[in-house]
């Protein structure tokens, strides 16, 4: 009798630690999330205040805290210039680096994001394409995103095609992604060949990446995109976290491994198109960002995203506002900075890297 009673003793004691220590994990996740969060809205408080019209920091804020208007140049300036800019590069940084995370995840690859997988390729072909069929048209702007929204599409679609003849593996979607890559580079390069040096400019500039067109519609659209798609990612992060035990471990789980992957390929791919229509390709942000994240966070998809999120907004953000002061009144396109900043980040996780991580 007294041996059971102890027996029982010791595992209720076992499960307390346990208990705690889960509680321990998740209260560092949620720590991790709130301070990229304070991140991201401290870097946007710089960032508002920066800009090539005259301002002091009180006037900025006290025509934020005014309310919208656009009486004077300086309200003009901060609420159809400055602020619009500031979201959209928070919105865009955070869906893409989501996107690339749950790719990462989903696939099992290091090397997959938006880029790789020739979403990103498909937009700036659709963007070409409507530079060239509509050169000097009043409804240009307007051809130019609903292409780009569309061709971004197309590469997915053509993958999942590909796949359906054979089993959806991870090594098989990559490849077929980086042959998306590849073809509609070749069809982009094809219409420039094509088009006046005026279209091929707009389309390079467009292709390396810009938020110099951002605006309030912008702005609503994407938010719209990240309400209806980060949720449902977050849904099914839990089931990409068990797909990194092995596709037949996650079949005994009662997770579908071919039908995750294309559904989560699928919401991914939409988040993407429905930003990358706005701001033209910016390829690392999707890459680079979650395997930063994982160094600190960990694997668990759930907290990774946010984290990854937020991480990604902060870092689009700070290149933005870089690019908005270096050459003032001009700006570098963001996609530029970025680059210049991820790359060689990127290189030194090669050189620092853990066997097995990347």
Same mark, same amino acid.
């Given at each position: 009798?007294?041996?059971?009673?102890e027996?029982?003793?010791?595992?209720?004691?076992?499960?307390?630690?346990v208990e705690?220590?889960?509680?321990?994990?998740?209260?560092?996740?949620?720590?991790y999330i709130i301070?990229?969060?304070?991140?991201v809205?401290?870097?946007a408080?710089?960032?508002v205040?920066?800009?090539?019209?005259?301002?002091?920091?009180?006037?900025?804020?006290?025509?934020?805290?005014?309310?919208?208007?656009t009486?004077?140049l300086?309200?003009?300036?901060v609420w159809?210039?400055r602020?619009?800019?500031?979201l959209?590069?928070?919105?865009v940084?955070f869906?893409?680096?989501?996107?690339?995370?749950?790719?990462?995840?989903?696939?099992?690859n290091p090397?997959?994001?938006?880029?790789?997988?020739?979403?990103?390729?498909?937009?700036?072909?659709g963007?070409?394409?409507?530079?060239y069929?509509?050169?000097?048209?009043?409804?240009?702007?307007?051809?130019?995103?609903g292409?780009?929204?569309?061709f971004?599409?197309?590469?997915?679609?053509?993958?999942?095609l590909?796949?359906?003849?054979?089993?959806?593996?991870p090594?098989t979607?990559v490849l077929?992604g980086?042959a998306?890559?590849?073809?509609?580079?070749?069809?982009?390069?094809?219409?420039?060949?094509?088009?006046?040096p005026?279209t091929?400019q707009a389309?390079?500039i467009?292709?390396?990446?810009?938020?110099?067109?951002?605006?309030?519609?912008h702005?609503?659209?994407?938010?719209?995109?990240?309400?209806?798609?980060?949720?449902?990612l977050?849904?099914?992060?839990? #089931?990409v976290?068990?797909? #990194?035990?092995g #596709?037949e471990?996650?079949e005994?789980m009662?997770?579908?491994a071919?039908?995750?992957?294309?559904?989560?390929?699928?919401i991914?791919t939409?988040?993407?198109?429905g930003?990358?229509?706005?701001?033209?390709?910016?390829g690392?942000?999707?890459?680079?960002?979650?395997?930063?994240c994982?160094?600190?966070?960990?694997?668990?998809?759930?907290?990774?995203?946010l984290?990854?999120?937020?991480?990604?907004?902060?870092?689009?953000?700070?290149?933005d506002?870089v690019?908005?002061m270096?050459?003032?009144p001009?700006?570098?396109?963001?996609?530029?900075l970025?680059?210049?900043i991820?790359?060689?980040?990127?290189?030194i996780?090669?050189?620092r890297?853990?066997?097995?991580?990347?």
């Amino acid at each position: 009798m007294s041996t059971s009673s102890e027996t029982g003793t010791k595992v209720r004691l076992e499960r307390k630690k346990v208990e705690q220590s889960y509680n321990k994990y998740i209260r560092k996740k949620i720590y991790y999330i709130i301070l990229f969060f304070v991140i991201v809205l401290f870097i946007a408080g710089i960032a508002v205040a920066l800009g090539c019209f005259p301002l002091s920091v009180s006037e900025v804020y006290s025509i934020i805290f005014q309310g919208p208007s656009t009486e004077t140049l300086g309200e003009e300036s901060v609420w159809l210039l400055r602020l619009p800019r500031i979201l959209l590069a928070i919105l865009v940084g955070f869906g893409l680096a989501a996107a690339g995370t749950m790719m990462q995840g989903t696939l099992k690859n290091p090397l997959a994001s938006p880029f790789t997988l020739g979403i990103a390729a498909g937009a700036s072909f659709g963007a070409s394409l409507a530079l060239y069929l509509a050169e000097g048209e009043v409804y240009g702007q307007y051809l130019l995103v609903g292409f780009a929204f569309l061709f971004a599409l197309v590469p997915t679609l053509i993958i999942m095609l590909l796949t359906s003849f054979r089993r959806a593996t991870p090594e098989t979607m990559v490849l077929a992604g980086i042959a998306m890559l590849y073809l509609f580079g070749a069809f982009q390069g094809l219409v420039q060949f094509f088009s006046s040096p005026t279209t091929v400019q707009a389309a390079v500039i467009w292709g390396v990446g810009t938020l110099a067109r951002a605006s309030w519609s912008h702005v609503s659209v994407a938010a719209i995109v990240l309400i209806c798609f980060i949720p449902l990612l977050m849904w099914k992060a839990w #089931d990409v976290n068990i797909l #990194d035990a092995g #596709d037949e471990a996650a079949e005994s789980m009662g997770v579908n491994a071919a039908r995750t992957r294309v559904i989560v390929m699928v919401i991914t791919t939409l988040l993407t198109a429905g930003l990358v229509c706005f701001t033209g390709t910016i390829g690392f942000i999707g890459l680079i960002t979650p395997h930063i994240c994982r160094m600190f966070m960990g694997g668990d998809n759930r907290f990774l995203i946010l984290v990854a999120g937020f991480f990604g907004a902060a870092l689009l953000l700070s290149a933005d506002t870089v690019g908005r002061m270096v050459i003032a009144p001009e700006s570098l396109p963001v996609g530029i900075l970025v680059n210049l900043i991820a790359g060689p980040m990127f290189l030194i996780m090669l050189l620092r890297k853990k066997e097995g991580y990347l």
